[in-house]
């Protein structure tokens, strides 16, 4: 599958002028996002996160390496025609009506009536955004409809490659699980999608593939059912006392207790068959035994302090 | 048709401005008014009325294209709009020359809108249309185009603020080329040298001045109609060298 997103030793520095030094916001960073896929750039604040995303967009330039963005180089005026960008904490042009706003940016991408009310109307459908604000200013939109608005400019061009930086952030729970059905689409509907984002739990729903990045650099990428599956396993039961609850953490590490069910959250496999006859034999009822699963936020975390050394 | 869309949303934003709309209120007021001032000498009271109409319009015009000028890149950077655009088909210089199009379109809805009303009040007064006076506005207007784009240029790499007093100094200094023209024979070298670094580098903005001629009828320029045209080639070529300056300095800027 071709690349859409090519990144080969991309290089930020910065230097401050109080203290003279150098700041390398992204460094000698280098990975693939494929064609079609929805791709999670993970991590934390000042990590390098939008630093890349502006680079990849021709906002700022890269002070070493090399970028391709659907196969031609970074900044490339054609390319953009078929790309779109929602900014972390977009801001509007305050006084134009949501559609007006569209209409703008659609004009940007010349295209033409009635093309251009086709595609507003579409975009504006296609991220639920309320048929009676369409034509009110912006500036009495809520921070869910901002957001719907940005992705709707984000979406005018009909474009082959997404990159949204922190789209979810700060909306309620509603408009938060509403706007990750709608990246969902964007991505059912066969486009890329680049994005940034602090939501773990929804990078883990929506993104065929992740990579964490840390003060610049590339700690690891891969596949998110990769990067989340085990080789351990997890294993509920009911029944027993305490007495064998203290065997099983003696095998096992852990032993958790919760609605009178009890769960050993990671089993090593060669103590498996060990576990459930001591279990059997204790007369109690095994309820499942099922590959342990690492959620994207605890693998996050321990790439990042492994980095980091805590 | 990207350069002339973001020509019109600049226009578009800037009449939302509230502080240009009241500057603009406060002018026409003035002008409106200015009859009521013609009793403090009533033998030229009409020369009065041109005089304090011509210099409205030249107060409000400066004020409201500096402002203009230093605002309408920044404030896009600032407000960060400026992503969701340059992140489209668009290249740095549509941008900046949609951006000095709405801003001149911004000044020329304000300048024509005094103008207009300058015009009225005149043929009140006096009876008659008076064209000379459109002469007046017109080279207020291409005045106002040369300060634009000079604040346009400083807007690509300088803050408001910064800009601003840059922008007004220079205004100022340009408006004295003939105090700096005469320097230019001064016995000094060093005097010399630097008279003649202002007077040619600097935008010669007292040539647009032609209130007095226009308002004093002694005072004669042998053929107006190439005296203006001269001007407006001027504005127009100076303001395009500026451009490219500023093209040339925002396509390696980062935003």
Redesign the interface.
């Known amino acids: 599958m071709a690349a859409a997103v090519s990144i080969q030793g991309l290089t930020k520095t910065y230097l401050d002028v109080w203290t003279k030094t150098e700041i390398r916001a992204v460094d000698n960073l280098s990975l693939d996002v494929d064609e079609g896929e929805v791709f999670g750039f993970l991590g934390r604040n000042g990590a390098g996160k939008t630093t890349t995303i502006k680079m990849l967009l021709g906002l700022i330039f890269p002070t070493a390496g090399t970028a391709t963005v659907l196969g031609k180089p970074i900044g490339d005026i054609e390319v953009k025609s078929q790309v779109s960008y929602l900014p972390e904490e977009a801001y509007f042009y305050e006084g134009m009506t949501g559609w007006d706003m569209l209409d703008f940016y659609a004009r940007l991408f010349r295209v033409g009536e009635p093309e251009r009310s086709r595609r507003i109307q579409k975009a504006l459908e296609d991220v639920f955004l309320d048929p009676q604000a369409w034509r009110r200013p912006v500036r009495g939109y809520s921070k869910g409809m901002r957001q719907r608005i940005g992705i709707a400019q984000a979406l005018i061009n009909d474009p082959k490659l997404l990159f949204l930086d922190e789209p979810t952030s700060g909306l309620d729970p509603i408009a938060h699980a509403e706007l990750r059905e709608i990246i969902v689409n964007v991505g059912r509907q066969g486009k890329t999608v680049f994005l940034s984002s602090h939501q773990l739990p929804d990078v883990e729903l929506t993104c065929s593939r992740v990579a964490i990045i840390h003060r610049g650099k590339l700690l690891t990428t891969g596949r998110t059912d990769d990067l989340t599956s085990g080789d351990k396993v997890e294993i509920t039961f009911e029944g027993g006392d305490a007495g064998l609850i203290d065997k099983v953490k003696s095998v096992a590490g852990a032993c958790e207790k919760k609605n009178g069910a009890s769960r050993i959250p990671a089993v090593e496999p060669k103590d498996v068959n060990g576990l459930v006859d001591l279990l059997r034999g204790a007369k109690c009822t095994v309820r499942s035994v099922v590959p342990h699963r690492r959620t994207l936020e605890e693998v996050f975390v321990e790439t990042v302090l492994k980095e980091t050394g805590k | ?2 350069t002339l ?2 020509a ?2 600049t226009l ?2 800037m009449l ?1 401005r509230k502080i240009l709309l009241i500057l603009l209120i406060v002018a026409v007021a003035m002008i409106a008014l200015g009859p009521s001032v013609g009793f403090l000498s009533p033998r030229e009271s009409s020369a009065v009325l041109r005089s304090l109409g011509l210099a409205v319009i030249l107060l409000a015009g400066l004020l409201i294209t500096v402002l203009t000028g230093i605002q309408v890149i920044p404030t896009e950077i600032e ?3 400026i ?9 740095r210089y549509e941008f900046v020359l949609g951006k000095f199009l709405g801003g001149l379109f911004t000044v020329f809805v304000m300048v024509a809108s005094m103008g207009i009303v300058f015009l009225g009040v005149l043929r009140y007064q006096e009876g008659r249309f008076a064209p000379e006076m459109a002469q007046g506005v017109m080279m207020t207007f291409f005045q106002m185009t040369l300060l634009g784009a000079l604040a346009i240029f400083f807007s690509t790499f300088a803050t408001p603020v910064v800009n601003f007093f840059i922008t007004f100094g220079l205004f100022i200094v340009g408006n004295l080329s003939s105090v700096t023209e005469s320097l230019l024979q001064n016995k000094n070298i060093a005097t010399r040298l630097v008279a003649s670094a202002v007077h040619y580098a600097i935008p010669n903005f007292g040539n647009f001045n032609i209130q007095n001629k226009l308002i004093h009828p002694q005072v004669v320029i042998k053929n107006m109609n190439m005296f203006i045209m001269q001007n407006i080639t001027y504005s127009l070529i100076y303001s395009a060298v500026l451009l490219i300056l500023a093209i040339i300095v925002f396509d390696r800027r ?2």
Request: hydrophobic content about 35%; aromatic content about 4%.
């Open positions: 048709m990207v869309a973001i019109k949303q578009e934003e939302r407000r960060r709009t992503y969701t655009v340059l992140s489209k088909p668009v290249q980062e935003v």
